[in-house]
């Protein structure tokens, strides 16, 4: 059983947005570090985005600052990723991972994973 699961990937045209929902029922997701990572084929998982435990703190990498947002809504055990202005170099399996007291740069850090979400973004 998945403690972690993904939710929202799809298709969509370069310029177009799309939301992504990781959802538990195993972690209060309020007091851990919460990942957004992705793959795309050929490459290494990468973290895009992490927001941290307690205070939300917020990060995200170089490549999606200011088209990404992470967001957590602790009522609902939910962690969101929003993705605006989608690029075709966005096309990656998006994955939610968690476990972890604080965020990281380095996507082994995270112990539970979920199965992933597929994003694909072509015209």
């Known amino acids: 059983q998945e403690q972690v699961v993904e939710s929202g990937g799809g298709l969509v045209q370069p310029g177009g947005s799309l939301s992504l929902s990781c959802a538990s029922s195993?972690?209060?997701?309020?007091?851990?570090?919460i990942a957004w990572l992705r793959q795309a084929p050929g490459k290494e998982r990468e973290v895009v985005s992490c927001?941290?435990?307690?205070?939300?703190?917020?990060r995200y990498a170089d490549s999606v600052k200011g088209r990404f947002t992470i967001s957590r809504d602790n009522a609902k055990n939910m962690v969101y990723l929003e993705m605006n202005s989608l690029k075709p170099e966005d096309t990656a399996v998006y994955y939610c991972?968690?476990?972890?007291?604080?965020?990281?740069?380095?996507?082994?850090?995270?112990?539970?994973w979920g199965q992933g979400t597929q994003v694909t973004v072509s015209s």
């Open positions: 195993t972690f209060k997701l309020e007091y851990y570090a």
């Open positions: 991972a968690t476990d972890h007291p604080v965020c990281s740069w380095y996507a082994g850090d995270f112990g539970s």
């Open positions: 927001i941290s435990g307690g205070d939300g703190t917020t």
